[in-house]
């Protein structure tokens, strides 16, 4: 069973940055970063391809966040820059069993397996 450890969360003012890390075992899948704001339901935030060489992103943070995988330490990133108080919420890094990110990448019900989260809060 693959078991999914996200850090890296934390405080931050507006326009300033943080990377969240996402530590899997068994490492062969794409992977996928969701959110949840309180009161509001999970949204998908972006995907990596099990090599790598695909990315998905929501519109509301493209050009802001970036996707990444080192395969060799098992490990997905998420880069988060100029960040904003609408990104606070509690992140999730998650992955089914297929190497490719779907069309809907952004439905969790594509995904298995997920972490505990991290939280992330922007102060204006």
């Known amino acids: 069973q693959l078991q999914l450890v996200e850090s890296g969360g934390g405080l931050v003012q507006f326009g300033g940055s943080l990377r969240l890390s996402c530590a899997a075992s068994g490492f062969p899948y794409a992977i996928g970063w969701f959110r949840q704001a309180p009161g509001k339901e999970r949204e998908g935030v972006s995907c990596?391809?099990?090599?790598?060489?695909?990315?998905k992103y929501v519109d509301s943070v493209k050009g802001r966040f970036t996707i990444s995988r080192d395969n060799a330490k098992n490990t997905v990133y998420l880069q988060m820059n100029s960040l904003k108080p609408e990104d606070t919420a509690h992140y999730y890094c998650?992955?089914?069993?297929?190497?490719?990110?779907?069309?809907?990448?952004?439905?969790?019900?594509?995904?298995?397996?997920w972490g505990q989260g991290t939280q992330v809060t922007v102060s204006s």
């Open positions: 998650a992955s089914g069993r297929s190497l490719a990110c779907a069309s809907n990448y952004y439905d969790s019900r594509q995904y298995v397996y």
């Open positions: 990596i391809s099990a090599s790598g060489g695909s990315t």
